[in-house]
């Protein structure tokens, strides 16, 4: 026999104001299974849960419903209180009668009558909740970061600060991302270079940190605490372990024709090289596509050169498998693909250039030596039109992303900055919709930029530009003058938006992790839980989240190692009693809720089952990993049989709810 | 003996529809009869039988025993039991008739079944004799007589006239209240039966033979081996049983919606999974010892009990309604053949 | 006709089989019954294939494939789909089974040929395309089609799914209108839908004939049996057990069932359970795309997929009408 | 019988916990009134919600049952509404089919940062279902004695 005590709270006034909390509880105290019932002040007060658990224990309560706030607020609070009584803390229900009752209903009879009905529900339910164990599961203390850019190697360096070893895996054959491309940084216009290639140098110096470059994500199976990886290692023909980084064969190879990639296709290298001077690992990687001894076996100057004897024609994709407790997801961004932008002339003129390339031909290490030189005609520009927020912010229907990729503002100001100040004899025009910067000392940056370096910033949008005769004809309008602007141009620089990589939407996939409609990573709470995946062990790393800059990136970055440190301190994990259980003697073994697992929680067995008259039947039962369940019911429903249900949501809990309601 | 002719039908129907409810058999949405509550213009189906059988009239898929409420902290009883207006059911063919003896049986005998007994006590039975008999027709095997059915009052429909003799009192008291009924000579019936019976004796299963099957073949059909291919193909639906005019097991079950509790019995089928499956378990563990139930609680276990008379009427609605056409003819068939 | 039983004495004459599950010979020439055969001579005896061959064997062969050994099965067109399903479902092993495709020109059916008022039948004969029935009180000849059950007269396809051999040639999928009658009543008015099913399903008599016979339901103990489910209902006590009895067997097999329309076969009621069902085939077809559940061994059922842009609810009944 | 002019539809509201269970505390939080005769059932997602909760509503008495999930593609667990979305959406066409009042069904998807969406839905389905009046195509009548 049940013995329910019902406890309902005024909560001071805001629900004792609409709801009659004496009535209810004597109405309450009628129901079947019900021994007491109770109202106090502030039921989650020390006073209040100390009647409770004092409840508990005098009157041998066997279920405990509260009428009080949403279950969101208070549920945890009043679970650790039943269970510090003796109770366990899932033989609870709560019965939301404020945020749900009393502070949407005047009428005080209405608000009244409805807290019975919801009260009536919760003991409904209640009579049929049992003791539920929160189970636990081991921790493999061992990360896995996904891109090695600067978002990978400041949470790799995190990690393995604290003490656990660390993998990272980067898909191209150095680490260090994008950042490796910049030039300056805003808003102190030091040197990308300059701070990223330590961090780089830390990671491979760090013995908990292993670096799987040129290589990707295969597979990941399993779930927090546990997962296994199954990672691909890219063959670049040349021994990581042999090849000494002294970049002979890069020289001595006599396929020159090869874009590079690094400068962005500015200008060329060899089919095998170092993406640059300093990579991490300094391993030199054969280009397959132009590589003439792997196309047609003639060749090998780069084996005959190689004094480490590093050169390996023969390598193939290796698979290894490795086990992790945490997985960062820090895939990074790339721009847009602006091929699409005609307009702007992009595909028609090799002096309309992205940001990025800007970057590259600005950089003492790019394709010009750092010397600002138009590629056309290799002369120096004296008239660079920058276009702000192309495929920013553009309308749902057309081309282009709605969102603001955040950071071109400030490298925008940052490119015309810097042009004014190494070459004073060039006009720099800035066409925008709108200046944002906010950050510590960005403001005063851009201001710089107009007020002291005369940058010509120009609220409006460029409409057309045409090449013609050498000149970049641009055709844009002030918004502020209200007139039509034709500028002869000699460059004309394009702040691409920014999109995430597109290895993100299959390694999301593959993690079970959600993204959002633009294929950025969702967080686990846009505010509260910003360096988590919803899914439990995935945690998110810089851009692959959404547009930063690189102070943010570290500092998410940063936020995530801590995560992980504080999942792998842990020698296991608590996990989610209300998850789905197969009742075995109604399963038929369909595979129907395997279908709709998000999580992959559910597997088959083939069971011995007494069958009639002493005969064994042997059946294909589900069985559910109580640990990589997360607990959504999407299997109780596919299960036509009823044999899946769902522990702490039955489908008798929930009918029992209806029926009081619909009483 | 009296007479009406078939044209005249409606103003019968009208008349005993004045003083009690009527079913006949009509024809339903799907073209099949069913017994039907007469209003003006309902026709009398041209089917020989209906496709349930007459006993859900007496004995109804669900019958309401009892019912509890909760009010106020305590339980009240409800009653739900309602007594039944007299009503007479009309084209009861002579296998449904027989039925009725059948269930009696069961039902009248100590300790009485008052739901029962009351629809009976309410019920005047006009039969109707067979005239066309179907192919799966095997009635007088069971010792029915088709053309000359039982009940209140027996009817013969034959050109365009409908022959009426009452039998009891009841019949009787129907028919003095039925003055278009006119006389006739009490061997009116006579050609027509003699005809029906010579049609009987010609279909197909008219000559099943029985003698394996009775009191006391307990110990020689039980353990025989043909009950697993009989079996085999059996789905473990209840068609056959919801469509027998004799089956008569019920389950007793409650309806409750949370605050109140409706107790009622419901038709069961020994072919069920479930059936008397008590807290040890399921007695007959698979299809086979429940499909061995239905035959041999017709075929032996009952005229055990009841002087001898088998609890099937031979209509053939089992062997027209089986989805996997397995039926008691064919059991009959298979297990007659005894063993050398 | 087709030399099917020739092909079950071979199978088990050779040995490439223990068992053969066939139609068995009954009192009558319709009244076939599903049946395993183990000997020559007791397919000899009593295996017959005719135009009564209707029920769909694969439903057995979930037992059948488990009890040892390879067994045969003859199966139909429409049969094959709902054994690919099966073994999609992991409830037939497919290892265990041999497959006999057999091509079929529809089966005919008693409760059929009884509606057309015919009574005491005592044969059927094909004679140029009609049917020639005897019965004790006279002959008729029908249009062939006239006396086809109702999955036939309105067959999907003549193309196997699945076959290890075949007997006949390969079909292709038919078009006969199988949605004529769900679209029907879609045009109907609430109120008149209303009745309609009202008037259907009130014959209910809960026999669960259709469910027992149906290869999609095939849960170790059904929720409406299930004492410990909250929903047992043994009767259909109330109209709204009619309702939600052929309501949620119509779900729980929405996206699996094949549209084998056994269910309207076995009916003793005569209700046209099938309409449930088409319903759910032509609302998935419309609004997810073509689906024929069995059609393959690996697409996932609509029911246990999605797309990103699926329909919202508030369209299904403009779309899923409209198609 | 209670006269027409007073009658009250009984609304029961499936919420999954992470968005419109929150959206409905929000819009609580907002002090945003709906009529006291929506009352709320909590379910961990939309995927959830199992058909036979629905008609087991309708049967005891209830005269309009509403979804509330999160937006498709914000699930809590990535694919819970997409699935509860073609559940629903085949699940109310056949309620259609057999003549049940289609508008007494609805699924809504509501944030949890959607109080204000919340509240305007739940007025919106009472006066909707209130003008159907009640419930008589999928009642028990067993629940009314």
Known sequence: MQRIGVFVCWCGTNIAA???????????????????????????????????????????????????????????????????????????????????????????????????????????????????????????????????????????????????????????????????????????????????????????????????????????????????????????????????????????????????????????????????????????????????????????????????????????????????????????????????????????????????????????????????????????????????????????????????????????????????????????????????????????????????????????????????????????????????????????????????????RPLATMLTASMDTNDFFTEAHPKLRPVESPTAGVFLSGCCQGPKDIPETVAQASAAASKVIGLLSKDSIVCNPCVAQPDELMCNGCSSCEKVCPYGAITYLDKEFRGPNRTTLLRRVAQVNPAVCQGCGACTVACPSGAMDLKGFSNRQIMAEVDAICR | MKQIAKTELDTLFAAITAEQKLYIPADDSAGQAQFTLWRPGLALSGRLNTARSAKDLFFPQVENLVGFRMHAGAIERVETREEPEDFVIFGVRACDCRSFSILDRVFLSEPVDTFYQMRRAHATVVTLACTRPEETCFCAAMGVDAADPAGDVTCWLEDGTLLWRANTEKGEALTEKLPMLRPCPADAADAQQARTRALMQKLPLAKLDLSAFGAGKTRALFDRPEWASLSEACLGCGTCTFVCPTCQCYDVEEFRDGSSVRRFRCWDSCMYSDFTKMSAGQPRPTQRERFRQRFLHKLVYFPENNDGVFGCVGCGRCLAKCPIHMNIVKVIKTLGVTHA | ?????????????????????????????????????????????????????????????????????????????????????????????????????????????????????????????????????????????????????????????????????????????????????????????????????????????????????????????????????????????????????????????????????????????????????????????????????????DTKPPLMDFTLHDPEPSQAAVRGGGV | MQVNSEWKPTIVAFCCNWCSYAGADLSGTNRLSYPANVRIIRIPCSCRLNPMFILRAFQRGADGVILCGCHPGDCRYTTGNYYARRRMTLLFSMLDYLGIERARTRVEWVSAAEGAKFAATMNDFVQTVTALGENRRLEDLRCKA
């Open chain 1, 18 to 504: 609409t709801v009659d909390v004496q009535a209810v509880s004597d109405a309450l105290a009628k129901e079947p299974g019900v021994v007491l019932s109770a109202n106090y002040q502030y039921m989650c007060s020390q006073t209040g849960q100390d009647l409770i658990e004092t409840a508990i224990r005098e009157h041998a309560l066997t279920g405990v419903v509260i009428c009080s706030c949403s279950p969101r607020m208070h549920e945890q609070t009043f679970r650790k209180t039943v269970a510090r009584a003796g109770l366990n803390p899932y033989l609870l229900e709560i019965a939301n009668i404020r945020e749900q009752c009393s502070w949407i209903h005047k009428d005080r009879a209405q608000a009244t009558e409805k807290a019975i009905i919801l009260g009536r529900a919760a003991i409904a339910k209640v009579q049929l909740n049992t003791p539920l164990q929160a189970g636990q599961s081991p921790v493999t203390k061992r990360a896995l970061v996904i891109g090695g850019g600067i978002a990978g190697i400041q949470t790799a360096l995190d990690i393995a600060e604290a003490g656990f070893a660390v993998d990272i895996v980067e898909k191209q054959p150095t680490i260090g991302g994008k950042m490796t491309q910049l030039d300056k940084t805003f808003p102190t216009l030091d040197c990308a270079a300059c701070i990223l290639t330590p961090k780089m140098v830390d990671c491979a110096q760090n013995e908990k940190i292993r670096i799987f470059s040129y290589s990707e994500v295969e597979a990941v199976s399993g779930f927090v605490g546990s997962f296994r990886v199954t990672i691909r290692k890219k063959a670049r023909y040349v021994r990581e372990d042999v090849c000494t980084g002294c970049g002979l064969c890069t020289e001595k190879c006599p396929q020159k024709k090869v874009p590079n990639a690094f400068n962005l296709g500015l200008d060329t290298r060899r089919a095998i090289y170092i993406p640059f001077a300093q990579a991490v690992p300094k391993v030199a990687v054969i280009d397959a596509d132009y590589c003439s001894m792997l196309k047609n076996g003639k060749c090998g100057v780069c084996a005959k050169v190689c004094a480490a004897g590093a050169i390996d024609y023969t390598q193939k994709d290796e698979l290894v498998e490795c086990e992790y407790g945490a997985i960062v997801a820090a895939t990074g961004y790339n721009p847009i693909d602006l091929s699409g932008y005609d307009e702007f002339a992009y595909s028609r003129s090799p002096d309309v250039v992205s940001s990025l390339e800007f970057e590259r031909l600005m950089n003492a290490a790019g394709p010009t030596g750092g010397t600002l030189l138009r590629p056309s005609d290799k002369t120096h520009p004296k008239t660079i039109v920058f276009v702000q927020c192309v495929g920013s912010r553009c309308s749902a229907e057309g081309k282009g992303k709605t969102y603001c990729s955040k950071i071109c503002c400030m490298y925008t100001a940052k490119h015309a900055m810097l042009c004014r100040e190494k070459y004073p004899d060039t006009d720099v025009y800035v066409f925008y919709i709108d200046v944002r910067t906010p950050g510590k000392n960005f403001d005063e940056f851009y201001r710089r930029a107009v007020e002291e370096y005369g940058v010509h910033y120009i609220k409006g949008m460029v409409g057309k530009v045409s090449p013609e005769g050498g000149k970049l004809k641009v055709q844009a309008s002030d918004l502020l003058d209200g007139r039509q602007l034709h500028i002869d141009a000699d460059m004309v620089v394009l702040a691409a938006a920014i999109e995430p990589d597109k290895s993100a």
């Open chain 3, 1 to 297: 006709m087709q030399g099917v039983k020739e092909k079950a004495i071979e199978l088990l004459r050779s040995k490439s089989v223990d068992r053969v599950v066939g139609w068995k010979a009954g009192e009558f020439f319709y009244d076939l019954t599903p049946a395993v055969f183990t000997s020559v001579p007791e397919v000899e005896q009593s295996f017959v294939w005719s135009v009564f061959c209707a029920a769909n064997l694969s439903k057995y062969l979930i037992a059948e494939s488990r009890r040892g050994g390879k067994v045969a099965a003859f199966l139909k067109p429409c049969d094959t789909y709902s054994f690919v399903q099966l073994v999609k479902e992991h409830r037939i092993l497919r290892e265990n089974v041999h497959v006999v495709g057999v091509q079929c020109a529809g089966m005919c059916d008693m409760e059929t040929i009884r509606s057309h008022g015919l009574s005491a039948v005592t044969s059927v004969a094909e004679q140029d395309g009609a049917l020639r029935v005897e019965t004790l009180y006279g002959a008729r000849t029908l249009d062939r089609k006239d006396a086809l059950g109702e999955k036939c007269r309105t067959c999907k396809s003549k193309k196997l799914a699945v076959y290890d051999e075949l007997l006949g040639e390969q079909g292709c999928d038919e078009d006969n209108g199988r949605f004529l009658e769900v679209a029907r009543i879609e045009a109907m008015t609430p109120e008149e839908r209303f009745a309609f099913w009202r008037g259907e399903l009130s014959r209910c008599i809960r026999c669960n004939a259709c469910r027992n016979v149906c290869p999609a339901c095939s849960c170790e103990t059904c929720v409406f049996d299930n004492p410990d489910s909250g929903l047992r209902n043994k009767a259909a006590a109330d109209a709204f057990e009619e309702n939600l009895f052929h309501i949620i067997r119509a779900f729980h097999v929405a996206s699996r069932c094949t549209d084998c329309g056994e269910c309207t076969r076995v009916c003793p009621q005569h209700i046209p359970l099938h309409l449930l069902n088409r319903k759910f085939i032509k609302d998935i077809n419309g609004l997810y795309g073509p689906y024929q559940a069995g059609a393959d061994f």
